[in-house]
């Protein structure tokens, strides 16, 4: 937040005036440009790092005597390291310039016109200070969006310097310094700094702190991963969900609806809500993203007003309340309570900030943020009603009626009636979203494709699933023994896939149970028959498992073997057993229909 | 001399049973990866080739194994972990996590473990601080930061995946699926569970995240195969130190498995439960019947194993009771057959142990009224008679209505061994009607 600037000349405003003007080359701080373009730098940036500030809009024309105070400005080469120096001097470096999209590294002409400038008037280095009665951050914060806004207006003209004696000495000297260059009539350069706080208030670094907010991350790997070896193994890269693919076929209408929506908001500089829901795997949250994608490349383009996008999943909270801390936390980096969070964001939002951004909130798995206040909801769909909010809610969920089954009336009546709802995809688009994700290679015979699809479009319309049937059906055609004569993935092998992932594993798991196990169950059934009822005591079915052994001419097994096939069986889930130590009195159930088992002990 | 001979063999033999003994317990006992698998060649190189290409080509997967109790699960997972970090590539480039769905019983202690296995724990000292919320942003940051190229791969073994899925809102869950189907850092989850249902219990959400990969374990063999794993499971290592003995016992277990007794005994245990564990218990007790002066396993001390692991526990402790305490249960028994299994209190015992005193006994001596409660509440010690739960609490201790845990023929097969047992005692629990 604190204004930097290097200054190129001074000069009388007016002939014959005292005022003193400068022209100035403004620079910035890592604290002054926006969170999100922080990541662009894909580093951690020293506080000694300042970047030239190259974005269009600031005056370069200041009164001199705002000029506090000197601080040295060492440009460096982009493949320099800023060197970490701790203590004392007020040294800032330089290496790469910021034009309000992206950074740049100095351009080598500027670089050494800096470097000689350095060398040569390292004397004239000035040290300025000025005095603001307003809190800093506040002020600061204002005055970098006034000066985003507002080019003309300069820190210098708009700051009314207060200034005391103490500071007199300083522009005494500042004063006779620029009469000097004007005598000497040389364009000089002046590195300056405008300072809000003085530098010795702020601690000397002690022991290093455990950093608390540092970034954690996996350990780099040592080898590198191995790149695809055949067109399976690449199929199999393509097709893995995470991939993200260049388009998302099969949805563009609902893309186009979402865009729409979330453009005329942008431009007409208002806040809504959207619901969007769908079953899962149906590409919800997919094409949402795709949308912020799109709407990020407009804005930078200049097609559209710039936003800010954040996002929240109710799946990765572990309350509710912990939205705010969330959402307060990507949009200003402040870390709170759940409560002030809450607090502060009512403020933020029902405030008018001038020239406050449009913040598009993403809010995937909304269901799971319901609570039996229902002030999350309650909160986070009044927001966009308040005019100086600029708040657009993308909610997702997976039930339609979301709105209706579970808000109350004041909360759905917010939520409002822009709904969109994702429908399972149909074979046809299953076979196209894997094309395109296949792009060409051949990896798949064209009936395969159109098997998969039409199983899971049949069963659920999943995209998830369809991906992964895929990527399995490679997997078995590479290790099958019997590879097809083209080597491409066959439908016997979507098949095997198919039948691996969605066969009950309930026949075959009995058909391989041991004989008493068997026994038992039948045992079971035969009690159910007697009785006529669907729960039998571990006596009763006791006494029926003895009379099959009898019939069969099995050795009797023991009580405490009958219990622990009980137990066992009980463990599998064929059996629901009550959980208590009512022994031989503890009552059974089937967890299976009894055609199944019928069925699967038939077999035999 | 030939005595010295003869000692010395003797201390021969001593050290080598005492080796046998050492190995062939470390086998039964201890799931060690060196031991051998059986019959699931199919599910091994499946599971391999999954882990294969998550540390290679940094491909996240995601994965169940399931099969009942003693099926081999973790045994499997162990023996491909052992062939996998055979590979220097893998050693070096793939990190692991255990977690037990009975030791982290929730998301907030599951949370703090996988940072603290992930050696990235937010931590002073060796406290892992931050609160629920802070852990949870802190490793989803984490694993967001890295991606498929550059990142160590992790793999999570959910033990006992079914506790997972009862975490609120299967938070876990969602989120290791989630960034398994994201380009994050590439992890693999595995889950271990023995819940043929498992499926059925992940919320809708959470199962379209998983991948459907079904890794099924289901001791799919016969007896024929099941003798094969007992002679492999006997067998001693070619390098063991005596040559000459192993020979001997090895020729020994070969005979023992095709000697009928020892067959029988197998297909018994066999038809019982097909799980090795309980084959290990049997060869367990077994082994230890192996001594120096009996130094090869015999057909009997199968049985004899055999006996004891099929031994009905509570059979047992009415062998240990006394004649009063066995009359209680005979006059249990016979109140059960009359009231078709209804409860019963201890007056009723006391009134039907009166007539058969009055009527019938000969041996028996009247003992008073509290001296019957005291052996009447020693069964309820025992417990071989339980209070029925719910109503009755309040109830006086002669009132109190209690249940019989014992079957009848439970009873009869006890009174079968039951030492000195008097014969009209006998005849009463065969017919409640014998006095007529």
């Not at chain 1, 990020?296 to 109710?314: C, K, M, R, Y």
């Not at chain 2, 038809?271 to 019947?289: E, F």
């Amino acid at each position: 937040f604190l204004p930097l600037c290097v200054c190129f000349s001074l000069f009388p405003s007016v002939v014959g005036s005292q005022e003193k003007h400068a022209v100035v080359q403004w620079f910035s701080r890592i604290t002054e440009l926006p969170l999100n373009k922080r990541k662009l730098l894909r580093r951690e940036v020293s506080p000694q790092e300042i970047f030239l500030d190259k974005a269009p809009g600031y005056g370069t024309d200041i009164n001199v005597e705002t000029i506090i105070k000197n601080v040295k400005v060492i440009p460096l080469a982009p493949e320099e390291v800023v060197p970490v120096r701790s203590k004392g001097k007020q040294i800032f470096f330089v290496k790469e310039s910021w034009d309000g999209k992206c950074f740049k590294p100095l351009s080598p002409g500027l670089l050494s016109e800096l470097k000689e400038a350095e060398k040569k008037k390292r004397n004239i280095q000035m040290e300025i200070e000025s005095r603001h009665s307003a809190s800093k951050s506040s002020l600061s914060k204002e005055r970098h969006s006034q000066r985003v806004a507002n080019g003309i207006n300069t820190p210098g003209a708009r700051k009314k310097l207060q200034l005391n004696s103490m500071y007199t000495a300083i522009l005494y000297l500042i004063q006779k310094m620029v009469s000097n260059i004007n005598t000497s009539n040389t364009m000089q350069n002046l590195l300056l700094v405008f300072e809000d706080f003085d530098f010795s208030l702020q601690p000397e670094p002690r022991t290093p702190k455990t950093p608390r907010n540092a970034t954690p991350r996996i350990p780099i790997r040592n080898q590198a991963t191995e790149k695809p070896a055949n067109v399976l193994e690449e199929a199999r890269l393509r097709l893995h969900v995470s991939t993200i693919p260049g388009s998302l076929p099969c949805r563009e209408e609902e893309f186009q609806d979402i865009y729409n929506f979330v453009e005329s908001k942008l431009i007409d500089g208002t806040g809504g809500c959207m619901y969007i829901s769908g079953v899962p795997g149906t590409g919800k949250t997919a094409t949402v993203h795709e949308v912020i994608r799109c709407l990020q490349q407009a804005a930078e383009n200049d097609e559209l007003p710039s936003f800010q996008f954040i996002e929240i999943n109710g799946m990765k909270l572990t309350d509710p309340h912990q939205a705010y801390v969330q959402i307060l936390q990507l949009l200003t980096g402040q870390k709170v309570t759940a409560t002030h969070a809450a607090e502060l964001l009512a403020k933020l939002f029902s405030t008018p900030g001038p020239k406050r951004k449009t913040t598009v909130l993403i809010v995937d798995e909304l269901d799971l943020l319901w609570t039996r206040k229902q002030d999350v909801m309650y909160n986070l769909f009044d927001w966009p009603t308040q005019r100086q909010a600029k708040l657009i809610i993308l909610a997702i969920a997976n039930t339609m009626d979301l709105p209706e089954r579970i808000m109350m009336n004041r909360v759905a009546s917010r939520l409002g009636l822009t709904r969109m709802s994702f429908q399972p995809y149909t074979y046809k688009q299953l076979q196209q979203i894997i094309s395109s994700r296949l792009n060409h290679i051949k990896a798949f015979e064209e009936d395969a494709i159109q098997l998969v699809s039409r199983k899971v479009a049949a069963l659920s319309g999943d995209a998830r699933r369809c991906l992964d049937i895929c990527r399995r059906s490679t997997e078995i055609c590479e290790f099958s023994s019997q590879k097809s004569a083209s080597g491409l993935v066959s439908m016997a092998h979507v098949m095997k896939a198919i039948d691996e992932m969605f066969s009950s594993p309930y026949i075959n798991s009995i058909r391989n149970a041991s004989l008493h196990e068997q026994m038992f169950l039948k045992a079971i059934i035969a009690e159910f028959r007697r009785s006529g009822l669907e729960e039998a005591t571990v006596q009763q079915i006791y006494h029926q498992h003895v009379a099959l052994c009898r019939i069969e001419g099995l050795q009797i097994p023991t009580v405490s073997e009958i219990i622990a096939i009980c137990s066992r069986l009980g463990a599998c889930r064929f059996l629901l057993v009550e959980s208590n130590n009512k022994y031989l009195h503890v009552r059974v159930r089937l967890n299976i229909s009894q055609d199944d088992v019928m069925y699967a002990l038939k077999q035999e | 001399m030939s005595k010295r001979k003869s000692k010395e063999t003797s201390s021969v033999n001593g050290e080598c049973i005492s080796q046998v003994q050492r190995i062939l317990r470390e086998r039964f006992c201890h799931q060690c990866p060196n031991g051998k698998l059986f019959g699931v060649q199919l599910q091994y190189k499946h599971l391999l080739e999954l882990l294969k290409r998550t540390t290679i080509h940094g491909e996240s997967n995601s994965a169940l194994i399931i099969g009942p109790r003693g099926s081999g699960k973790t045994m499997l997972l162990n023996h491909v972990l052992k062939e996998l970090m055979e590979a220097k590539q893998v050693r070096e480039n793939l990190m692991q996590v255990h977690l037990n769905g009975l030791l982290q019983t929730n998301d907030k202690i599951a949370l703090k473990e996988i940072t603290r296995q992930l050696q990235m724990e937010n931590v002073v000292g060796d406290k892992v601080f931050g609160s629920f919320a802070e852990n949870l942003a802190f490793l989803l940051e984490a694993l967001k930061k890295g991606d498929r190229d550059s990142s160590c791969p992790v793999l999570f073994i959910l033990d006992e995946f079914d506790l997972f899925v009862h975490h609120k809102n299967q938070t876990l869950l969602y989120n290791l699926f989630d960034i398994s189907q994201s380009a994050q850092t590439p992890v693999t989850v595995i889950g271990l569970t023995c819940r043929q249902d498992i499926l059925e219990l992940l919320e809708k959400r959470v199962k379209s995240r998983f991948s459907h990969r079904q890794i099924y374990l289901m001791n799919s063999f016969d007896f024929k195969q099941y003798l094969r794993i007992f002679k492999e499971q006997l067998y001693l290592p070619a390098e063991f130190l005596y040559k000459p003995f192993t020979q001997k016992w090895n020729k020994n277990v070969q005979s023992l498995s095709e000697d009928r007794t020892v067959q029988d005994v197998l297909q018994n245990h066999f038809h019982c439960s097909k799980d090795l564990r309980s084959l290990h218990m049997l060869l367990m007790l077994a082994l230890s019947s192996i001594t120096v002066s009996h130094p090869f396993m015999t057909g009997s001390d199968l049985l004899e194993a055999s006996k004891s692991c099929r031994m009905d526990s509570k059979a047992n402790i009415v062998h240990g009771l006394s004649v009063l305490e066995i009359c209680l249960i005979i006059a249990m028994k016979h109140l059960n057959d009359v009231y078709e299994g209804e409860p019963f209190n201890f007056q009723m015992v006391y009134n039907e142990f009166q007539k058969f005193i009055q009527r019938k006994a000969h041996s028996m001596y009247n003992f008073e009224k509290p001296v019957v409660m005291k052996a009447f509440e020693h069964l309820l010690q025992l417990e071989l008679i339980k209070p029925i739960e719910g109503l009755c609490v309040r109830a006086q201790r002669e009132y109190l209505l209690m249940k019989l845990l014992l079957d009848n023929n439970q009873i009869m097969d006890a009174l079968q061994v039951y030492p000195n047992c008097p014969t009209d005692v006998k005849q009463w629990a065969t017919s409640s009607l014998s006095w007529l």
